[in-house]
């Protein structure tokens, strides 16, 4: 099987780029964010502080998780429930940033992220998978933006769905995350040591022409 992590902070387009990549290589995307937030969901609907840690660990055991790849993509799921429009919001990013510091909670997702890697030729984003989940890809890209067009991104993906914030109350909350996900104890969010780096500021036909040429170059021995 085929692995290629993908890396980068909140709003770098992370997932945009591995959904495009899986499409035109034929591999499944794993968006492993989505997992986190649907952990910080359940925290959010058991009434949890997310500083609460002992409370969120003990409450680990309860929490169901499933994945499935259909026509449209990965679609995640809490007890059954389709959350994916709902792990979105700003509220649930935060959630997802502090309950994702726990290493409890990072061991519980673990073994479902590698299993997916084990099985199928997968694309797999986030913050980790180059240093952590999946330090055996074959390619590690970390994904690069100007703050200031990520927070307009990030800004216009939530009043897209219904959330009036402002773009310095959006630029706020990325930078706070960044801190915290860069600095944690418990697997950074920092580039692996022979990841490639993507900036995706500008042009994203011309990001994913440049990411499936190295891609392609450094797979063909598995061809």
Same mark, same amino acid.
């Given at each position: 099987?085929?692995?290629?992590?993908?890396?980068?902070?909140?709003?770098?387009?992370?997932?945009?780029?591995?959904?495009?990549?899986?499409?035109?290589?034929?591999?499944?995307?794993?968006?492993?964010?989505? %997992?986190?937030?649907?952990?910080?969901?359940?925290?959010?609907?058991?009434?949890?502080?997310?500083?609460?840690?002992?409370?969120?660990?003990?409450?680990?055991?309860?929490?169901?998780?499933?994945?499935?790849?259909?026509?449209?993509?990965?679609?995640?799921?809490?007890?059954?429930?389709?959350?994916?429009?709902?792990?979105?919001?700003?509220?649930?990013?935060?959630?997802?940033?502090?309950?994702?510091?726990?290493?409890?909670?990072?061991?519980?997702?673990?073994?479902?992220?590698?299993?997916?890697?084990?099985?199928?030729?997968?694309?797999?984003?986030?913050?980790?998978?180059?240093?952590?989940?999946?330090?055996?890809?074959?390619?590690?890209?970390?994904?690069?933006?100007?703050?200031?067009?990520?927070?307009?991104?990030?800004?216009?993906?939530?009043?897209?769905?219904?959330?009036?914030?402002?773009?310095?109350?959006?630029?706020?909350?990325?930078?706070?995350?960044?801190?915290?996900?860069?600095?944690?104890?418990?697997?950074?969010?920092?580039?692996?040591?022979?990841?490639?780096? %993507?900036?995706?500021?500008?042009?994203?036909?011309?990001?994913?022409?440049?990411?499936?040429?190295?891609?392609?170059?450094?797979?063909?021995?598995?061809?």
């Amino acid at each position: 099987m085929i692995n290629i992590a993908i890396d980068g902070p909140s709003g770098a387009g992370k997932s945009t780029l591995a959904k495009a990549l899986a499409k035109e290589l034929g591999y499944i995307h794993t968006d492993t964010g989505a %997992l986190y937030r649907t952990v910080g969901l359940a925290v959010r609907r058991a009434g949890i502080s997310p500083d609460d840690k002992e409370a969120v660990i003990a409450l680990l055991p309860s929490v169901r998780i499933s994945l499935r790849y259909e026509a449209d993509g990965q679609k995640i799921y809490l007890d059954g429930e389709d959350v994916g429009a709902l792990i979105r919001t700003n509220e649930i990013s935060s959630y997802a940033s502090k309950v994702s510091a726990i290493p409890e909670v990072r061991a519980f997702l673990l073994e479902l992220q590698r299993g997916i890697a084990r099985e199928n030729n997968v694309i797999m984003d986030g913050r980790d998978i180059g240093t952590v989940i999946l330090p055996d890809a074959e390619v590690k890209f970390f994904i690069t933006v100007s703050d200031e067009e990520r927070a307009r991104r990030r800004h216009r993906e939530l009043a897209a769905r219904g959330e009036s914030l402002s773009l310095e109350e959006v630029r706020r909350t990325m930078a706070e995350r960044d801190k915290s996900d860069s600095t944690r104890e418990i697997a950074p969010a920092v580039p692996a040591p022979d990841a490639v780096f %993507l900036d995706n500021t500008g042009d994203f036909t011309e990001t994913v022409s440049r990411a499936l040429a190295i891609i392609r170059s450094k797979t063909e021995r598995h061809e």
